[in-house]
C-alpha cells in the first residue's frame, strides 16, 4: 500500500496533484504490462487492447481474471444454488405442513435411505433443514452479495480496469464449486449428509457421520474463498481509485463493501480455526469440544473439552457473518435510493460512520446467540447491551433512507421497488431483533420459529430484495440489455406479497412457542393449534419459490432479445455509468476517469439537468477554479 | 400477537410476559411510524412534472438528534431487562429450593433423578456413565442408592421454589417449558441450575429446543404439577417402593442402581465431579 491518498481535496495543490495523478496512470501501465507479461506465460496470444482479444474460451469464460466475467460466475453459480436451496425448504415445508404424507412429484424418486414410501424421514427432514441454510448462506447470499457485487461494483464504482490481484480473484470463485461439492458430498455418504444445523454445533457434528466432516471441509473453503475476496477488496479500494476520488468520493456500495472486505478478513479466519479443530474432533477423534463423562456410541468419553468454546468461535465470526451478508446490499439500496428519488443521499458521511460503527460493534455482540447456551449469565447481560447498542446504527440508516426520499422525485422503476422492499422488511427484522436482543425476552423465543422469522427478514427481505434490485440496476451496465420492465414489477409484487405471506406468521408460531428444526410439529399438544398457519405457510412458499422462476426467464430472455441499454440509462452519477454499457473488455473504460465531486450530486443547481455525474467537468466558470470549487462545495455539504 | 403464547403458569413468567409486551408496544409503534412516513414520502414526493427534487446533504443536527434518541430508548430497555435476566439466569441468584430434582437430556428422551428418602443425591462420577447407569451415580455412595430416578414424565408440587439441575448425557439438548417461560440448554459435561415456580397444577409439556439429531422432534417430556398434598402422596409412594426394594435386592424394580443393599451409612455429603457453570466461568 503505498499510496498516498490521491484525496486531490487539498484545494490549491493543483500542481502537485497533476503531478500525481500522472504518477498514478504511469503506475496503472505498469500494472497493466506486468498483468500481460503474467498472461503471456500462459498463451502466446497477443495482448493488445487495442486489438479484438484471440484468448482461448477458456481463459475468457472460465478461468478468467477479468472481474466482469468473475462477476457473471458468482451470478450464475448463486441462481443455481438459490434453486437448489429453495427445493430443499419446500422439502421442509411440506412435510411441516403434512407431516407423514408422501412428497408429491419426487417423493418417489428419492433414495430410501432418505424417504420411505415417499414420506421425508427425520433423519432427511434434518439434513434439507442443515443444507438448506449452509447453502443459502455459503453459496447464494455471501456469493452474491460479496462475490458478485463486490467484483461487478468496485472496479467499475471506482473508475479502475479490474482488481488489484486478478489472479487471486479467480482463485476465491475457483474455490466455490469444489467447496460446494464437499459440503454436498454427503448425500452419497453413508448416513447422509450433514445434519447438525448450519450452525454445526457439537457434540452432535462430532458425533454423527461423515457427511458433517465434509462439510466442515467445505465450507473451510467456502471461507477461504471468502478471505481471499476480502482482501483483494480492500487493497483495490484503497489503491486502485481513480485520481481525484477521496475516500468520501466513493459510492456507499463500494464503502459497505470495503467494510465488509474488513468483516471478513478479521472473521473468516477466527470461523477457519474453529473449523479446523472441530475437523481434528471429528477425524483424528481429538477431543477439543467433547466434555468428559459424555457418552458417545455406548462409550464414556474421557476426554476434557468445551462444547460452548465452539459456539464463541463460531458466533464471533457468525455475527459479523450475517452482516457480511446484508452491508453490501445496505450499500446498494442506497445507490439505487439516491439515484430513483433523484437526491443525494441524505446524510452521506453518517451513513459511512453507521456502516463502520455496525462493522465494529458486530464483533462485540456474538452471544446474543449463546443467551440459553450455558455460558455465564453475567456476559448474558455485557451481550445484551452491546447487542441493543447494535440496533442502533440500524436504525439511523433507516432514517437516513427516509430523509434520502423526502423531498425527491421518486420514480417507480423495479430496481426502487425491490430496494423499497428491503426498508420495509429490514425494519421489520430490526425489530424482532431488539426482542431477541432483550436476552429475559429472548429466553422463550430461542430456538423457535420467532428465530426463522428474524432470519428471513433479513436474509430474505433484506439481502434478497437488495440482491434483487442491484441485478435489475447494474443489468443493463453488466449485459448491455435491459431487463423487463413489466415481468418486473410482477417479480417484485409476487416477491414481497408471498414473501410476507410465508414468514410473517412465523413470528406467530414462535410466540406460541414452535420450537425450529423439528420434523413433526404434531407430536406436542401445545402446538395443535397452529397446524393450520403451518399449512399457510406452505402454500405461501410454494408460491414464492415459483415467483422466483419469472426471475430466471426474464434474465434469460432479457440477455438475448432485452431492450438495448445506453451508457447512463438511469441517468445517475457514479463512474460505472461512465464506461460503455457493457464495459470494453479489458479496461472496462474507454477514456480516461477524473473525479470532481461525490456520487450523490442528483438535482445540483450547478446543472440544468438532474444529475451531475462524478466525471463531468463543468465548462462553464461558475468559479476560477470549477474543480476544486464544486469539491469543496460538495464536500462542505456532504459535512453539514 | 401476544395472545399466542401459550398459557403462562409461573411467576418468573408473569414478568417475562410484561417485558414482551413492552418491547412489542414499543416496536409496533416503531413500524408504524416509519411505515407511515414512508408511504406518505412515496406519496407526497413521487415522480411529478416540472419539480425538481430538493438538493440537500443533510443536518447534522438532525443526524445527532436521531442517534441519541434510539441510543437512550434502547439503552434504556437493555437496563430495564437486565433486571428480570439477573433474576433468571444468575447462577448467584437461583434462590433456596424447595425441592430439588437433577434433569438430564439423552437422546431422544428425559431422565429425572430425586435424592431419595435420605434428602440426598448420591455421588456421580462422570467416568461410570453408561447406558445403564446414565447419572453416573457411584455405586460406592450409600447416599446413592435410595435416590429416585425416572424417564420421560415427572412430578413437582404447585407454589414451592424448585431448582433443576440440568446436564446432558450425550449431546446438547434443551430444557423448554413453554407455560413456564424457561428454556435453557443442557450441556454435557456443566451442571446448571434452573429455577421456577408454579401457580397452578395441571400437565405440561416439556420440549426440546436444542437441536439433538433425528429424533430430536420426537424428544418430549411431561411435567405434572400437583398440590402438595398430591405431591406428597405421589412421592410417598415412591419411597416406599424404593425402600422396599433396597430391602429386598432381588426385586429391585424402580431404581437402576441397586448393587449392594445393607449399610445405610450415608454420611450426607454430595459430591458433583461435574463442574457447576458458575466454576467454570465461561
Ligand atoms: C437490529 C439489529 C439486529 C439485532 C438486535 C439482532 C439480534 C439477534 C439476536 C439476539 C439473535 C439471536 C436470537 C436467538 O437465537 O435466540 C439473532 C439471530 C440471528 N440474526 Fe439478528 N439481529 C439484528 C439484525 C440482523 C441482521 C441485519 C441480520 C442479517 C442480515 C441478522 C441475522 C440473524 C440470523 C441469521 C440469526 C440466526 C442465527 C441462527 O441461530 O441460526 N440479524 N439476531
Ligand atoms: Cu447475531
Ligand atoms: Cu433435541
Redesign the interface.
Given at each position: 500500500m503505498v499510496r498516498v491518498p490521491a484525496h486531490g481535496s487539498q484545494a490549491g495543490k493543483g500542481e502537485h496533484r497533476e503531478k500525481f495523478y500522472k504518477l498514478i496512470l504511469l503506475r496503472n501501465m505498469a500494472t497493466e504490462v506486468l498483468t500481460q507479461a503474467h498472461h503471456g506465460a500462459h498463451d502466446d496470444h497477443g495482448h493488445d487492447h487495442d486489438h479484438a482479444h484471440h484468448e482461448s474460451f477458456i481463459r475468457k469464460y472460465i478461468f478468467s481474471t477479468d472481474h466482469k466475467t468473475i462477476a457473471k460466475q458468482f451470478l450464475l453459480s448463486a441462481l443455481i444454488f438459490l434453486f437448489v436451496g429453495g427445493g430443499m425448504a419446500l422439502i421442509l415445508r411440506w412435510q411441516l405442513a403434512y407431516p407423514g404424507q408422501p412428497l408429491p412429484l419426487i417423493g418417489h424418486l428419492l433414495s430410501d435411505s432418505f424417504v420411505t414410501d415417499g414420506v421425508v424421514q427425520p433423519g432427511f427432514f434434518m439434513q434439507m433443514t442443515t443444507m438448506h441454510a449452509s447453502v443459502m448462506i455459503f453459496f447464494v447470499i455471501i456469493p452474491l452479495a460479496v462475490g458478485f457485487f463486490g467484483n461487478l461494483c468496485i472496479p467499475l464504482q471506482i473508475g479502475t480496469d479490474d482488481m488489484a490481484f486478478p489472479m487471486v480473484n479467480m482463485f476465491s470463485f475457483w474455490l466455490v464449486p469444489p467447496a460446494a461439492m464437499c459440503v454436498m458430498s454427503g448425500f452419497f455418504m453413508d448416513g447422509g449428509a450433514a445434519a447438525a444445523g448450519w450452525t454445526h454445533y457439537p457434540p452432535l457434528s462430532v458425533t454423527s457421520g461423515a457427511g458433517h466432516t465434509m462439510w466442515t471441509v467445505g465450507v473451510f473453503f467456502a471461507g477461504f474463498s471468502s478471505i481471499l475476496g476480502g482482501l483483494n477488496y480492500i487493497v483495490t479500494v484503497l489503491n486502485k481509485r481513480a485520481p481525484g476520488m477521496g475516500m468520501f468520493d466513493m459510492p456507499l456500495t463500494v464503502w459497505a463493501l470495503f467494510i465488509t472486505a474488513v468483516l471478513i478478513s478479521l472473521g473468516t479466519p477466527v470461523l477457519a480455526s474453529d473449523l479446523a479443530v472441530l475437523f481434528f474432533d471429528q477425524f483424528f477423534h481429538s477431543s477439543f469440544f467433547i466434555p468428559e463423562g459424555m457418552l458417545y456410541a455406548d462409550n464414556v468419553h474421557t476426554g476434557g473439552g468445551q462444547p460452548i468454546l465452539f459456539q464463541h468461535l463460531f458466533w464471533f465470526y457468525s455475527h459479523p457473518a450475517v452482516y457480511i451478508m446484508l452491508l453490501p446490499l445496505m450499500g446498494v439500496v442506497s445507490d439505487v435510493m439516491s439515484t430513483f428519488s433523484r437526491r443525494p443521499i441524505y446524510g452521506y458521511k453518517a451513513m459511512v460512520f453507521a456502516m463502520g460503527a455496525i462493522g465494529g460493534l458486530g464483533f462485540i455482540v456474538w452471544g446474543h446467540h449463546m443467551f440459553q447456551s450455558g455460558m455465564n449469565p453475567l456476559l448474558g447481560t455485557t451481550f445484551m447491551l452491546s447487542t441493543i447498542v447494535i440496533a442502533v446504527p440500524s436504525a439511523i440508516k433507516t432514517f437516513n433512507w427516509l430523509g434520502t426520499l423526502w423531498r425527491g422525485s421518486i420514480r417507480f422503476s423495479v430496481p426502487m421497488l425491490q430496494a423499497l422492499g428491503f426498508l420495509t422488511t429490514f425494519v421489520v427484522g430490526g425489530l424482532s431483533g431488539i426482542f431477541m436482543a432483550a436476552a429475559p425476552a429472548d429466553v422463550f423465543i430461542h430456538d423457535t420459529y420467532f428465530i426463522v422469522a428474524h432470519i428471513h427478514y433479513v436474509l430474505f427481505g433484506g439481502s434478497l430484495f437488495g440482491i434483487f434490485a442491484g441485478i435489475y440496476y447494474w443489468f443493463p451496465k453488466l449485459f448491455g440489455r435491459h431487463m423487463n420492465e413489466a415481468w418486473g414489477q410482477i417479480h417484485f409484487f409476487a416477491s414481497f406479497i408471498l414473501f410476507n405471506l410465508t414468514f410473517f406468521p412465523m413470528h406467530l408460531l414462535g410466540i406460541g412457542g414452535h420450537m425450529r428444526r423439528i420434523s413433526d410439529p404434531t407430536v406436542y399438544e401445545f402446538l395443535a393449534p397452529f397446524q393450520d398457519m403451518n399449512e399457510f405457510i406452505t402454500l405461501a412458499a410454494i408460491g414464492l419459490g415459483f415467483a422466483q422462476l419469472i426471475l430466471v426467464f426474464n434474465i434469460i430472455f432479457s440477455l438475448k432479445f432485452g431492450k438495448k441499454a445506453t451508457r447512463n440509462p438511469w441517468r445517475a452519477n457514479s463512474l460505472e455509468w461512465a464506461c460503455p454499457s457493457p464495459p470494453v473488455g479489458h479496461g472496462n473504460f474507454d477514456r480516461q476517469i477524473h473525479v470532481y465531486r461525490g456520487p450523490y450530486e442528483f438535482s445540483s443547481p450547478l446543472t440544468k439537468k438532474d444529475y451531475l455525474p462524478q466525471w463531468k467537468k463543468l465548462e462553464e466558470k461558475p468559479a476560477e477554479t470549477p474543480v476544486t470549487a464544486q469539491k469543496t462545495e460538495a464536500g462542505e455539504s456532504t459535512k453539514a | 400477537?401476544?395472545e399466542?403464547?401459550?398459557e403462562n403458569v409461573s411467576s418468573i413468567g408473569i414478568?417475562?410476559d410484561h417485558?414482551?409486551a413492552i418491547?412489542?408496544y414499543?416496536?409496533v409503534g416503531?413500524?408504524f411510524l416509519?411505515?407511515i412516513?414512508?408511504v406518505y414520502?412515496?406519496i407526497k414526493?413521487?415522480?411529478?412534472r416540472g419539480?425538481?427534487?430538493?438538493?440537500?446533504?443533510?443536518?447534522?443536527l438532525?443526524?445527532f438528534t436521531?442517534?441519541l434518541l434510539?441510543?437512550l430508548l434502547?439503552?434504556g430497555?437493555?437496563?430495564y431487562?437486565?433486571d428480570?435476566?439477573?433474576r433468571?439466569?444468575?447462577?448467584d441468584a437461583v434462590p433456596v429450593a424447595d425441592v430439588e430434582v437433577e434433569v438430564l437430556g439423552?437422546q431422544y428422551l428425559w431422565h429425572y433423578r430425586y435424592p431419595g428418602p435420605d434428602g440426598v443425591f448420591g455421588r456421580t462420577i462422570?467416568?461410570?456413565?453408561?447406558?445403564e447407569n446414565?447419572f453416573?451415580i457411584d455405586p460406592e455412595d450409600p447416599a446413592g442408592k435410595d435416590d429416585l430416578t425416572m424417564s420421560n414424565v415427572f412430578y413437582l408440587p404447585i407454589n414451592k421454589t424448585i431448582v433443576v439441575h440440568l446436564s446432558?448425557?450425550?449431546?446438547?439438548h434443551?430444557f423448554?417449558l413453554?407455560?413456564f417461560?424457561?428454556?435453557?440448554?443442557?450441556?454435557?459435561?456443566?451442571k446448571?441450575d434452573v429455577w421456577f415456580d408454579c401457580f397452578k397444577a395441571g400437565d405440561y409439556?416439556l420440549?426440546?429446543?436444542?437441536?439433538?439429531?433425528?429424533?430430536?422432534?420426537?424428544m418430549?417430556g411431561e411435567l405434572r404439577m400437583l398440590s402438595e398434598d398430591a405431591y406428597n402422596e405421589w412421592l410417598q409412594g415412591k419411597y416406599d417402593a424404593i425402600l422396599a426394594s433396597i430391602e429386598q435386592p432381588a426385586e429391585a424394580a424402580s431404581a437402576d442402581d441397586m448393587m449392594d443393599a445393607g449399610d445405610e451409612m450415608s454420611d450426607g455429603t454430595e459430591i458433583v465431579?461435574?463442574p457447576t457453570?458458575?466454576e467454570?466461568?465461561?
Open positions: - | 400477537m401476544l399466542y403464547f401459550p414478568e417475562h417485558l414482551f418491547i412489542y414499543l416496536c416503531i413500524f416509519v411505515n412516513t414512508l414520502f412515496l414526493y413521487r415522480r411529478r419539480v425538481k427534487a430538493y438538493y440537500f446533504h443533510g443536518n447534522n438532525v443526524e436521531w442517534t434510539p441510543t434502547f439503552a430497555l437493555g437496563f431487562s437486565d428480570l435476566w439477573t433468571m439466569k444468575y447462577q439423552q462422570p467416568s461410570l456413565r453408561s447406558s446414565v453416573a446432558s448425557v450425550d449431546v446438547l434443551s423448554f413453554p407455560n417461560r424457561i428454556k435453557q440448554d443442557a450441556v454435557p459435561g456443566l446448571i409439556e420440549a426440546c429446543a436444542e437441536l439433538c439429531g433425528s429424533g430430536h422432534y420426537s418430549r465431579e461435574e457453570q458458575a467454570q466461568g465461561h
